[in-house]
């Protein structure tokens, strides 16, 4: 048996009543949102960025660029990404642009994210 072979059911039968409440299920969420966000998320910079801002409620884009070693510009460009995905916010104070987190929900699924890393690392 080949390695391919080895995680695939033998035989082909499904449970048709959790295949349709799953079915059912998923045409209620926007999927595509959410590939979208985990997209944005999935770039090193702006994940690194989104760690930052769970670390410190409000950053500038002088602290991020000084955070992640990069020019303002660059440190904008990644935060607007954030901001349109719906994962961060900003405000503008003076001549200074702060950003933070949109919601408590985005900082606990990077705590998600950190938790189950430091898992598998532990398992490896």
Known sequence: M????????????YD???????????????????????????????MKITFALCEE???CVCDVANIIGSSMATASHHLRSLRN?????????GKLVF????DEQIKQMIWLAIEHQKEVVSVE
């Open 85 to 93: 995905m719906g994962i961060a916010k900003y405000r503008k104070e």
């Open 16 to 46: 048709e009543p959790k295949v349709r409440r799953v079915q059912h299920a998923l045409g209620g969420q926007n999927i595509q949102g959410m590939v979208k966000m985990f997209k944005v998320l999935a770039d090193e910079t702006r």
């Open 2 to 13: 080949s390695e391919h072979e080895k995680d695939l059911c033998e035989i082909y039968c």
């Open 99 to 102: 950003y933070s987190l949109e």
């Open 57 to 59: 409620d409000e950053l």
